[in-house]
């Protein structure tokens, strides 16, 4: 069992910055893929960025890449997101999901996470 907590949301103007953390509670963090989706009012929950277990290989939605970085720290049981160059339409919950099975092209898809956080809210401003 793996429990998932997201801070670090907030508001923000257009085109600054924030990072959000996921503090993950139990032994196997490391053993996870981590990944971060995003849900704006009325549309579906979406990928944002996915980190394999070891840091080694990272995955972005064509909508954030080259703004946004994720990372990890495995001593630390944490995952992290930076997000910089935010737009208006950047605004949604962002939920921390982690998944026990390997990820590569089904990266996307909601379905191979296991635990989910509860969300933490972003909103910029335009």
């Known amino acids: 069992q793996v429990q998932l907590v997201e801070s670090g949301g907030g508001l923000v103007q257009a085109g600054g910055s924030l990072r959000l953390s996921c503090a993950a509670s139990?032994?196997?963090?490391?053993?996870?893929?981590m990944g971060w989706f995003r849900q704006a009012p009325g549309k579906e929950r979406e990928f944002v960025a996915t980190i394999t277990w070891n840091g080694g290989t990272t995955y972005y939605a064509d909508s954030v890449k080259a703004r946004f970085t994720i990372s990890r720290d495995n001593a630390k049981n944490t995952v992290y997101l930076q997000m910089n160059s935010l737009k208006p339409e950047d605004t949604a919950v962002y939920y921390c999901?982690?998944?026990?099975?390997?990820?590569?092209?089904?990266?996307?898809?909601?379905?191979?996470?296991?635990?989910w956080g509860q969300g933490t809210q972003v909103t910029v401003s335009s």
């Open positions: 139990g032994r196997t963090f490391s053993s996870y893929a």
């Open positions: 999901a982690a998944s026990s099975g390997r990820v590569g092209l089904s990266v996307s898809n909601k379905r191979i996470y296991d635990y």
